[in-house]
Structure formats: C-alpha cells, structure tokens
C-alpha cells in the first residue's frame, strides 16, 4: 500500500507539472494565431493511450511518462518534422510570427512553472502557516549523527549560530540544506564559537552514509516497552529518563553513552513517570542496553514536557503573499546554489544527479497533502530552471537562438536548427542515462 500511495503522488505531481507547463507554451500560442496540432501528457511513442481531436489540435496522453509535449506548426523540435519545414510558411506557423512572439511562446513554459511554484508558497503560507523551534531556545544544542557531519567537525551539543555569515533564526526543515549549500558554518560549543569549514566534496561525503537529517533535534530517552527477559520491571511504558548513575540524561543519546560505559552493571536512575520524578534502578546488559523498546514523541509532546518551545505563525491572505514569495525566492536561489556545486566538479556533486527513482523516492509512503505541495512547488522550480538550460531541445535551447536573432536581426538557418536540436536531444538522452543509471547504482551498491 505504501508504495501505492507513493506513486499516486508522484504521478499526480508530475502530470500536474507537465500540463500546466505545456499549457504555458499553448495558450500564448493560440492568442498570437499559431496552430498546435498536438498536446499531450507523456509521449505517444508509435500509439496514444488516449487521443480526442478538439477543432485543429489532438488532446492526448501517451504511455512514455518521460514529459509531455505541444507540436507546434511550423517549429523544428523534438518531432524533427522536416516535410513540413520543407513546404513554404504558412501565416499560422511559429516561424512565420515575429521573433518577440515566438520568444513568448517558447518562455511561455517556464514561466508557469515559476508562477505556479509562489502560488503554492503563498497558498500554503496562507493554511499552514509557519510551525519552528527558535533556535536560540535550543538551549542544550542539536543532535550530530551523521559521519560525514562528525567528520567535518560537528558534534552533538553544538549551537548553530550562523551559516555563511547569515544569522540561524529557526530551527527548521531548510537548515539541513542551507549546511549543505554553505562555505562555512559558526558554532557554539562549550560557551566558545568556532567556525567550521565546509568540504568542497561535502555532498559526495554525505551520499556514502544512509540518508539522514544532517542536524536534528535532541530528544528524551522515551520508553514504549519493557521485555521481560530485561530484568527491568522498576521500569514502565511512558517513562522518561531523567538521569542515570547520577549523570544527567535528559536525552536519547546521553542515555546511550552512560549506558556504553557501564555494560553489565545496576546502576540508579530517575525517569519522570507522570509528569513525577520516581527513583529507580536498572540492569545494564552486557551489549549496554536497558531492553526496553524506544518510542518516539512529537513536537507537542516535547513541548509539553519542557524540551522546547514550538511557535506557530499563521497568516491572512494578504500576509501569506510576501510569506509565499520568500519562501519561492529563497527556494529558487537555492536551487541556483545545488545546481553550480553539481557542474564544479571538485565538489562531486554530480555523482548525487537522481532520476526519476530519485524524485519518486522524494515523496513519503503516507499521503500529506502539505508535503505534496511542498515538493510539488520545488519540483516546478526544478524543471522550470532545468529548461531554462541553454541546451537545443530545451525551452532555453529555442529562447538562446531567439534571442540571438531579435538582437542580431538575423535568424539561423533552420538546417542548422535542425543540426542543434539533434545535438540537443543527443546530449540530454546522455543526462538522462547519467541521471538514471545513477539511481541504479545506488540500488545496487546500497
């Protein structure tokens, strides 16, 4: 079932881009006269699943799920239709229009992937608002669990202060890429501040391990269950651990390293049993553990308890629209950021590239409409930045040459439109397999 749900969402997401992201490049088609003969969701490869011609244009969705199209009349693209580029234009054909028209209907797609990106930003600003940590209420610093931030010099207990300089207000879901992303990152460890240099090859560091939050948050010792076989009985479900051996253990992982150190002993401890401090004693095992199962606690519950505060900002409607266009400007330029550390290659980050395995593993096995949105809005500001690329057969292949015609005055030869787009398709076949194949050597090596 859960992968059921994962595909649901994944294929209602990426129709969704797909159609509104055509319907870019159809309707300012239609307003400037230029006939599109064909719009379909996914390719029609050799058949449609289905088709329904509606006046000049087939309405279709076809059985490759690789993107959808519009054919636009008289437009070397993907279809390389060279018998009708070979008949002399027509008034309703794209390379009978003006070149500021065609420029129009070729950013036409990207635009709508922009739009529709802040419009699911502000809509979500607006019936969600905002739910954070204030970081400076992270008295007892963040939990460090992955190798690669150790390596780099992290440690549980550590304050975040700032990230390339740009102070940490909130502990929340983007601090994880803004580590990812940045050159250096100030601590506070022990009541002293030292910054951490980030590795060029961080994000190739970070792929070697399981895939984890880089920072979390630091929480209690929680008990779900109690084996028998432990020994435990003074023990109960929805105990806390407070202190053990005398030593403070207020969370999770101070439980575990007082446990390490004291493998096969009975030791005092303190839990908190009803919001009351109850003593008792426990028996460590020889492997140091206590033989309970571990169960997790909310946001509200730790609150509750005193483990932090949790703010939530809510927004009018007309609040929500600066909230919504942060939120989709900040997404964007951060996007900009993974973009550059994957073409430098010292970084390696390349080696992260995921196709469409990845994307689909981005979506979680239960339905939340909130994270839905939320991918669904970067995704769009992924595609609508991926075709802005100037690469022939892209949206920025088409606006490149465009642009270079309304400049120059001259417009390139459509056999040499035809050479590039070749090229254009050559070159991102090969991303395609780079990016998938990169998906299946995960699967393979992990």
């Known amino acids: 079932m859960d992968i059921v749900i994962k595909l649901s969402q994944f294929l209602l997401s990426l129709s969704l881009l797909i159609i509104l992201h055509e319907l870019g490049h159809f ?11 064909k719009f379909y969701l996914f390719f029609d490869v050799k058949y449609s699943l289905l088709k329904k011609k509606i006046g000049e244009t087939e309405y279709g969705i076809g059985w490759l799920p690789l993107g959808g199209y519009v054919k636009i009349s008289g437009m070397i693209d993907e279809s390389m239709d060279k018998d009708q580029m070979a008949l002399p234009p027509q008034p309703w054909e794209f390379r009978s229009k003006p070149a500021w028209q065609r420029l129009i209907i070729m950013l036409g797609g990207v635009t709508v992937n922009f739009i529709l990106a802040f419009i699911i930003y502000i809509g979500m600003a607006f019936a969600y608002g905002d739910m954070y940590v204030a970081n400076a209420d992270l008295k007892d610093g963040v939990l460090i669990e992955n190798p690669a931030m150790i390596k780099a010099g992290f440690r549980t207990g550590d304050k975040i202060i700032s990230i390339d300089g740009k102070k940490v207000e909130n502990f929340d879901k983007e601090l994880n890429m803004n580590i990812i992303l940045a050159k250096q990152v100030l601590i506070e460890r022990a009541g002293k501040q030292e910054t951490i240099n980030i590795p060029n090859d961080f994000a190739d560091q970070l792929s070697k391990y399981e895939k984890g939050l880089l920072v979390g948050m630091r929480i209690p010792f929680a008990i779900a269950s109690v084996t028998p076989e432990s020994g435990n009985t003074s023990l109960q479900p929805k105990d806390l651990i407070v202190t053990l051996n005398g030593q403070d253990a207020r969370y999770y992982d101070q439980v575990k390293t007082i446990l390490e150190s004291n493998k096969g002993k009975t030791i005092p401890a303190v839990v908190l049993r009803d919001l009351k401090q109850v003593p008792v004693t426990v028996k460590v095992s020889k492997e140091g553990k206590l033989g309970v199962g571990v169960g997790g606690l909310n946001i509200e519950s730790l609150e509750k308890l005193g ?63 909130e994270t839905f949105w939320s991918i669904t809005a970067l995704l769009s500001i992924m595609l609508g930045v991926m075709n802005l690329l100037p690469i022939p057969a892209l949206d920025g292949g088409h606006v490149m040459f465009l ?23 050559v070159l991102l076949i090969t991303l395609l397999l780079f990016a998938n194949g990169n998906d299946i050597y995960k699967a393979i090596v992990k």
């Open 403 to 425: 642009l270079y015609e309304i400049i120059s005055g001259r417009k390139p030869s459509d056999k040499f439109l035809e050479n590039a787009q070749i090229v254009g398709f």
């Open 27 to 37: 309707i300012p088609a239609k307003l400037f006269k230029t006939r599109v003969e």
């Open 307 to 369: 483990y932090y505060k949790v703010s939530t900002k809510n927004y009018s409607f007309f609040e929500s629209i600066p909230v919504g266009l942060t939120k989709g400007k900040d997404q964007l330029v951060s996007y900009g950021k993974q973009l550059k550390m994957i073409f430098n290659p010292e970084t390696k980050a390349y080696k992260q590239v995921g196709g469409f395995a990845a994307i689909f593993n981005i979506f979680p096995s239960t339905w939340s409409w």
